[in-house]
T-cell receptor, first 115, second 110 residues
Framework: DAGVIQSPRHEVTEMGQEVTLRCKPI?????LFWYRQTMMRGLELLIY????????DSGMPEDRFSAKMPNASFSTLKIQPSEPRDSAVYFC?????????????FGPGTRLTVL | DAKTTQPPSMDCAEGRAANLPCNHS???????VYWYRQIHSQGPQYIIH???NNETNEMASLIITEDRKSSTLILPHATLRDTAVYYC???????????FGAGTRLTVKP
């Protein structure tokens, strides 16, 4: 398996612009997670989905952030409008539960820089 | 989830065993101990997890004390590529709110 795929790997944008991050989970996994990592706050869970349905979005910082999962093989995290404090590395992870293991597998991340 | 305490950094000589401690004194009976690591500029990587018994896989061994208040991750023969931040996490199995702390930065030296 190719693992969790994220795109783009790097994104540089200007304040106020819309940013869309993409994730393809491991095939067959029914959970998908979005995390954000900064030096100040470490690794934080933003939102997660089960079978394409958002389950917990309590970690989403504010209304500027939204996430969707239109099908089992694709998810997006959108920031509109972006701000410099959104600069971070965003990770997507997936897992398959119900088979004795709920290990989360992480993608390589998207490094976002908002100028 | 219970909080964990890890030393901020450790060094290890290449080829020697790396023993990374973790304290989780408030762990509940149904909480597992998970270990992940993050190599620079990469996503976190699962290493191993356990509930009560010691566990071993191709990457590492996990030793959990009898009272479950602490554990040790052992990398039997550390290599330079094992240099990373190692996270100890306690969570209920199936609980998707996995909280990463600051971890231990392990540096393997030649």
């Amino acid at each position: 398996d190719a693992g969790v795929i994220q795109s783009p790997r790097h994104e540089v944008t200007e304040m106020g612009q819309e940013v869309t991050l993409r994730c393809k989970p491991i095939s067959g996994h029914d959970y998908l997670f979005w995390y954000r990592q900064t030096m100040m706050r470490g690794l934080e869970l933003l939102i997660y989905f089960n079978n394409n349905v958002p389950i917990d979005d309590s970690g989403m910082p504010e209304d500027r952030f939204s996430a969707k999962m239109p099908n089992a093989s694709f998810s997006t995290l959108k920031i509109q409008p972006s701000e410099p404090r959104d600069s971070a590395v965003y990770f997507c992870a997936s897992s398959q539960q119900g088979r004795g293991s709920d290990t989360q597998y992480f993608g390589p991340g998207t490094r976002l820089t908002v100028l | 989830d219970a909080k964990t305490t890890q030393p901020p950094s450790m060094d290890c000589a290449e080829g020697r065993a790396a023993n990374l401690p973790c304290n989780h004194s408030t762990i509940s009976g149904n909480e597992y101990v998970y270990w992940y690591r993050q190599i620079h500029s990469q996503g976190p990587q699962y290493i191993i997890h356990g509930l009560k018994n010691n566990e071993t896989n191709e990457m590492a061994s996990l030793i959990i004390t009898e009272d479950r208040k602490s554990s040790t991750l052992i990398l039997p023969h550390a290599t330079l590529r094992d240099t990373a931040v190692y996270y100890c996490i306690v969570r209920v199995g199936g609980n998707n709110d996995m909280r990463f702390g600051a971890g231990t930065r392990l540096t393997v030296k030649p």
